[in-house]
């Protein structure tokens, strides 16, 4: 008997919402309709937002250092962001970390650069700055650009001393017949070493010499250019957002309403909801 009740409160709740869906009908369909209207004019009223999209030859851990103080603070200066922030440096660095993204790609080895701002030209040129700024960063400075020059002239003294080495061999081997086969061939051996190690160090010679210098057009894969469109806001999303938000809180607040009109049909209930206010003197007036 009490499963059969329970069952026939359940449906005469849901027929208690139905009636009050149907009831609303009007209020739920015309008041997020306006509400999306709204919402639709006021986004016209929104700064707009547009990326550019840089893809450049770089390793992860050299794109960590896109968000590194250095960086940013060059950024800072040269677009005079600080106004922005009041004045505030590490308020300054986290806005503009969230205008500047990139991801390596694990596959392709290439990391695409993203830079956001309010108008074409100034997200193709913080773009651009971002990756100058960067560049700069990996060019060998202080004592490992010290260590490095050392390197250099250490591997050059070798070449020195191995291309004598290689000459003098050569003019013995000219003078062949003063000299015993087996001298020659150990010559020969000797010689070809020497030029093995001559390229080696001319090679490690290139490879640090390269360190020094700053990265150019070789790292781009595609530069900074002007976006076309705006990333945000986008009229349609907001449009459909607010009216399903206010669609569901509106249907909320009347199934809540209706349920607090029911409740306080019920005298025991009633006389509780009147006995708070009494407590809190929210009747004092009546």
């Known amino acids: 008997m009490t499963e059969q009740a329970f069952e026939h409160d359940d449906e005469i709740s849901l027929l208690d919402i139905l009636v009050t869906l149907a009831e609303s009908w009007k209020l739920l369909v015309f008041c997020p309709l306006v509400v999306g209207v709204l919402a639709g004019a006021l986004s016209f009223l929104w700064p707009n937002t547009y990326e550019s999209v840089a893809i450049v030859r770089i390793s992860e851990e050299e794109s960590a250092l896109l968000h590194s103080a250095p960086v940013l603070d060059s950024l800072i200066t040269k677009f005079d962001l600080l106004k922005e922030s009041n004045g505030f440096q590490e308020g300054a660095r986290l806005r503009l970390k969230a205008r500047l993204t990139i991801v390596v790609d694990k596959k392709t080895k290439l990391a695409t650069l993203v830079a956001k701002a309010r108008t074409p030209q100034d997200a193709q040129a913080l773009g651009a700055a971002a990756i100058e700024v960067l560049l700069?960063?990996?060019?060998?400075?202080?004592?490992?650009?010290?260590?490095?020059?050392?390197?250099?002239?250490?591997?050059?003294?070798?070449?020195?001393?191995?291309?004598?080495?290689?000459?003098?061999?050569?003019?013995?081997?000219?003078?062949?017949?003063?000299?015993?086969?087996?001298?020659?061939?150990?010559?020969?051996?000797?010689?070809?070493?020497?030029?093995?190690?001559?390229?080696s160090r001319a090679q490690s010679i290139a490879d640090l010499t390269r360190r020094l210098e700053p990265r150019g057009e070789e790292i781009y894969v595609q530069k900074a250019g002007v976006p076309e469109h705006k990333i945000s806001p986008t009229r349609s999303f907001v449009v459909v957002l607010a009216v399903l938000a206010s669609g569901f809180a509106l249907l909320v607040?009347?199934?809540?309403?209706?349920?607090?009109?029911?409740?306080?049909?019920?005298?025991?209930?009633?006389?509780?909801v009147n006995a708070i206010k009494k407590s809190l003197g929210c009747n004092r007036g009546a």
Do not use: C, H, P, Y
Request: charged letters at 25%; aromatic letters at 4%.
């Open 253 to 272: 607040w009347i199934l809540v309403s209706k349920a607090w009109r029911s409740a306080l049909q019920d005298s025991e209930f009633a006389g509780k």
């Open 136 to 199: 700069k960063e990996f060019v060998v400075k202080g004592k490992d650009k010290e260590a490095v020059l050392k390197t250099i002239a250490i591997n050059q003294q070798a070449m020195d001393v191995a291309q004598d080495a290689i000459e003098s061999l050569q003019r013995s081997l000219k003078r062949g017949g003063a000299l015993a086969d087996l001298q020659q061939e150990s010559a020969i051996k000797n010689l070809t070493s020497l030029n093995v190690e001559v390229a």
